[in-house]
């Protein structure tokens, strides 16, 4: 019996060496990587509250975060970060803070917040009010946050209704290939969409407004000239509550 357990151990290893020696399928890449770890987390800010903040880093490394407080305060936060969001400091909107007015209350605003960027570091702010249209604003590249230029008509050139609005920068890098239209007829960039449901259809759901801007504060409807089959409503052929994405290719 030793001897057959002897010989089953030497098969073994016979064929463990075999499988050892065999070489990977072509196309299989092995990588060690180490753990994903996270700080203590930090307080933004501990006064004031937000529902639904988001969170955004621009091509600096510097880090973003809004949210809303609510339509009855007419205001939403807005935070920016220099040290890798260790501390953060409150980003004008309209009116500079200070210790003794604190945030300020822009208005309109207080519904949901987003924030993108281009390829500089210039940050684009939407901040949606009373279900009807959304405050957009610009602050950047350089100190961003110390001031800001603003416009409470972001939805200007389509119809009153307005939830759960989105950014997205078409900006494509020096030497990205170009299968745009818009770009190859001189189209300016960075161009900036500003979508949202438009709570009036057509679909079921209601549809997807997209809007457009060369400088973040002046929109203008980005699908106007084009309409539906039917009754003539919006032309939202895209459900309500989308997630935009541009690709930097072609547009």
């Keep these: 019996m030793a001897r057959s357990r002897a010989a089953i151990y030497a098969l073994g290893a016979l064929l463990a060496g075999t499988v050892a020696l065999a070489p990977l399928p ?100 939407a901040d949606l009010w009373a279900l009807a249209c959304q405050r957009v604003a610009v602050t950047g590249p350089t100190n961003p946050g110390a001031s800001d230029q603003e416009n409470f008509l972001g939805c200007d050139g389509s119809s009153p209704g307005s939830d759960r609005q989105w950014l997205a920068v078409y900006d494509p890098a020096p030497g990205t290939p170009n299968q745009s239209a818009y770009r190859a007829a001189g189209g300016q960039a960075p161009l900036v969409y500003l979508v949202w449901n438009d709570l009036v259809g057509p679909g079921p759901n209601a549809g997807e407004q997209w809007n457009k801007s060369t400088d973040g504060v002046n929109y203008t409807n980005a699908t106007a000239g084009e309409t539906p089959p039917g009754n003539g409503a919006n032309y939202s052929p895209f459900g309500g509550d989308g997630y935009p994405a541009i690709d930097q290719v072609t547009g």
């Design 26 to 125: 072509l196309g299989v890449i092995t990588v060690s990587s180490a753990a994903i770890g996270f700080e203590t987390p930090a307080i933004v800010d501990p006064i004031h509250t937000n529902g639904e903040p988001d969170i955004a880093v621009d091509p600096q490394g510097r880090v973003f975060n809004s949210g809303p407080t609510g339509t009855g305060t007419q205001r939403s936060t807005w935070f920016g970060s220099v040290d890798g969001g260790h501390t953060f400091r409150v980003m004008a909107q309209k009116t500079v803070p200070s210790p003794i007015i604190g945030i300020p209350a822009p208005g309109p605003g207080g519904g949901d917040t987003d924030i993108a960027f281009d390829r500089t570091g210039k940050q684009y702010f």
